[in-house]
């Protein structure tokens, strides 16, 4: 059974109790019409359900989530899939800022552009290895801190004025991987990232993902993969070991 | 109404205007703010609106919060002194809602006497009298001083502040609104948001946290800095850069949210000359710390991040339509058909120009 919700005008307190309610007692797909800035929608959800979302969900989207697979057909906003531990996210359309901060496990698939400070402290342990896909470009801060985890970023849609991503790019990056389908620039780059070529490990593994993010959103996979890619390291996995031992 | 205690408790701001100069009612920006609710937390909400005072748009509309009646007397002499009142009245409001204990809420219609300006033009001599009401009219404060525009504003949620003041009434070209979340500053109802000098008004989301460096420069220049809230500095830095400096909106911009010298190094050299000069010339007048703020004025309305984008703004456009919020759904709240919208890049401005006549 499809648990269908209208949310128009709905507070998210009720909205998310609704869904939580609904889950405990077995539910497992549910579709929101008309939601409008809810927040929160599929916070800390431990368990396997499906929920599609139509109109633009609030802040802190799937944030803790543990499990749940959220669809939405529109943009998103700020704080998604903050310390989300597992799920898959599909977005139709592009995303704000602070996206998949302290994130550790799960997919994000976003069709567009993403915001300033994307995957800010990503982390990964042993298989809990946290990705996130985006099809166009992303503003400064991208991989911040990042600890772990693997970021994909296609930039279609990028030009002279709209560079695939902007500046501070790494900054402070102590681990997981960046793959950009496009060339960056020596002053974008935060001081702890080294721009490498990709090995064919990394290219089964980029191409396994993009192939995931073409069924989403319609794309020709090998035109994608036509253009070169490029891997961001971190050249040290631990840039500030010696900060305090002096 | 003046509180000194402090409320260590980040804020909503939307903005709309209507490019063509067409006039629309206050409830479609009570709606947007309103969608933002738990951006705020109750102790300040407010708007700008502009256009609302057609029949005596070339008179300066003061909008007044006094203490009490006797503070009012007290301006009322003063005012007569100064200033030829064509008309004042009370502020309507709802006696129905949440709002408790306003001060007393006044407006004034007011020509400046040709032979008080001899010396100086009107508008420095409006700004002078705004700075000395603030500092020594006890009990007694400009709330905004512009024609053809006011602002609204109060302790209290903004969707709550706007049914108070019965914003459904009134018709603008431009609506700019904020919901307050006070962290470093009393929540009292001169310190609510917009904060208005002439026909400049400010929403701002974030904190200036060169505040001290900003209200220094100022101060050099005449300002007084009374309201003790960091957003005032913003207001005055645009009377002064853009009214005063004659400096292009565009550039006082760049005073404001000044390009990294990283990045001026990159620039071709024409404009690494004027950005290192803007940045020379108005140190005083950077803004640090995290903002997103929405600029009116009489001719448009511009929204602006702080240079690293720490605060959020999302624009959309719809025909003559310009919106920008903290948030995407605040503006689907109210048009969800938008034939655009963008999340602005940090420093960079985003300029809505009224480009017909105001009906």
Known sequence: MVMTIDAKGMYYRELNKMIRTAIEEGETEFVLDNINGQRYIGDAIKAKAKITIHGTPGNDMAVFMNGPTIEVFANGQDGIANTMNSGEIIIHGMVGDVIGYGMRGGKLMIKGDVGYRVGIHMKEYKTQVPVIVAGGCAGDFYGEYMAGGVMILLGLGAGEDKPIAGDYLGTGMHGGVIFLRGKVEEYQLGAEVAVMELDEKDLKLVTTYVTEWCEHFGHDVDEIMSRPFIKLKAVSSRPYGNLYAY | MRCNTRIPSGCAISGMMCESGDRV??????????????????????????????????????????????????????????????????????????????????????????????????????????????????????????????????????????????????????????????????????????????????????????????????????????????????????????????????????????????????????????????????????????????????RGMMGLNDRIKLRPMTCGRKDDMLYMASEESAIREIEPDLDTVWSPKAGEAVVGTLNGEVE
């Open chain 2, 25 to 298: 009612d206050g409830s479609a920006i009570i709606k947007s703010i309103a969608l933002m609710h738990d951006r705020s937390n109750g102790l300040g909400g407010g708007f700008a609106a502009y256009g609302i005072y057609p029949r005596r748009a070339d008179q300066y509309a003061f909008h007044m919060m006094f203490d009490d009646f006797a503070a009012k007397e007290n301006f009322d002499e003063y005012v007569k002194d100064h200033f030829i009142v064509e008309r004042d009245e009370v502020i309507p409001t709802s006696p129905f809602g949440n709002i408790t204990s306003p001060p007393v809420l006044w407006r004034y219609f007011l020509n400046v006497d040709e032979k008080k300006l001899e010396f100086v033009e009107d508008r420095e001599y409006v700004v002078n009298k705004v700075m000395e009401i603030n500092s020594n009219v006890p009990g007694a404060f400009v709330s905004s001083s512009g024609k053809n525009m006011g602002a609204f504003k109060g302790v209290g949620y903004p969707e709550d502040i706007g049914h108070f003041y019965k914003l459904e009434e009134y018709k603008g070209y431009i609506w700019t609104s904020h919901g307050r979340f006070p962290t470093n500053t009393p929540g009292w109802w001169g310190g609510a948001h917009p904060f208005g000098l002439l026909d400049w008004s400010i929403v701002h989301n974030g904190e200036i946290s060169s505040y001290g460096i900003n209200k220094r420069y100022l101060e050099m220049f005449g300002y007084k800095l009374e309201l003790r809230t960091d957003t005032e500095v913003v207001a005055y830095l645009f009377d002064l850069l853009v009214r005063r400096q004659n400096l292009p909106m565009e550039l006082a911009v760049k005073a404001l949210s000044a390009p990294f010298w990283d990045n001026i190094d990159r620039m071709e050299p024409h404009t690494k000359e004027l950005m290192t000069a803007i940045r020379m010339v108005y140190g005083g007048a950077l803004l640090n710390g995290p903002y997103s703020i929405i600029l009116g004025h009489s």
